[in-house]
């Protein structure tokens, strides 16, 4: 079984994917970033594409940077504007 | 540590955050409730639909709860918020603060919203009605 | 005209105040509840002592409601203090208001807490003991 | 029966009378103020003496000044510094 990372979907996202999660495989080399999958996630469901551009990213739970590195098992999370309260 | 914090999709019990925060300690309590409105800038609400990232949420919450006891000295607070479907005068988020004096109680609470707003990953679904009669679905979006 | 208005020798109902400034038209409530602290100056707290001039007191209450209205465009405002013997943790005075922004509802709770304790005709008498065991009783003044 | 003023007495105040209520009577000119009314009251009790000078006057349930001019059938209070809340 190859190396992965949980996607969890939100809101728009989740509308625009049709799914609340989803696994991705890490590529071979095991060089990817928060960034990098999100733009491959926009790549594989471009209505995404509008979105993305205000997501923010949560890493493991917390808020994160495009640049931070995943590794097999993280939880990632792309959060569209929030409208909690 | 905060006394109480919680994602639920059960009717938030505000009696229940008061009370987790009073004691011999606190002189002052401030508790505040969102509700949610029928009009919003122009617009019928017929309902709202809540959805939260729960753990995320919930650590989110945690943090805020740990810069209010930095800030003002106070682990009393409570907060909880819920999510799924609410009807038009129901209790979205409750926070409660007790802190030895008021002015404190008041300014932690209302950084505590004002926080929660701006960072919790939770997501408001609005179904709504134009003066004209058009209806639709949308996710709103807290003003930064 | 405001919701509620009381000086009561019976405790206060929080629920009671929230509920009555809860409505379809308020994004937000706040209350303020304050409670007897253990703890006041260095001094322990055995009990305190309520006393109101009823009437004058209420007068004072709705001239406070009056200019909340006025200022933050709400008449969902609540008042209630309590007169009488008060053991530590029990509550002396709760403030509910309900308004459209949860800014003006903290903002109007806040001048409504704050203009009570320097307006209203009430008087507070506290039993004490100091660190070295001397005891006393004392009318305790607010601080202006 | 001559005509009377009602003097309402709280905390420190109620305490040095020993009573919450007084009636006092107008003088035969009719002409009285509130202030003037405090000092009769101070020579009558002189424990008032001190706190007298923090009172506020309320003249019918409402704050006034000291040369607010008495009636028959007022109702005034002489309030100390209060402490509710």
Known sequence: MSAQITIKLFASFREAVGEGSLNWPLPPSGNLTAGKLLAALVAEYPTLSGPSKAARIMLNRQYANPDAALTAGDEIAFIPPVGGG | ?144
């Open chain 2, 1 to 144: 540590m905060a006394k109480i914090i919680r994602i639920t999709d059960q009717p938030i019990d505000l009696q229940e955050l008061v009370e987790a925060v009073t004691n011999e300690r606190n002189g002052g309590v401030v508790l505040f409730s969102g509700v949610v409105r029928r009009w919003n800038e122009g617009q019928e609400v017929h309902w709202l639909e809540y959805e939260a990232y729960k753990e995320a949420a919930e650590e989110a919450m945690a943090l805020i709860a740990q810069e209010v006891e930095q800030r003002w000295d106070t682990r009393d607070i409570a907060m909880a918020h819920r999510v799924g479907h609410l009807e038009i005068g129901e209790v979205a988020v409750g926070i409660a603060v007790g802190a030895a004096h008021r002015t404190e109680a008041f300014d932690a609470c209302e950084f505590a919203i004002d926080t929660l707003k701006a960072t919790a990953p939770i997501w408001k679904k609005e179904s709504w009605e134009g003066q004209g009669g058009q209806q639709g679905e949308k996710w709103v979006e807290n003003k930064v």
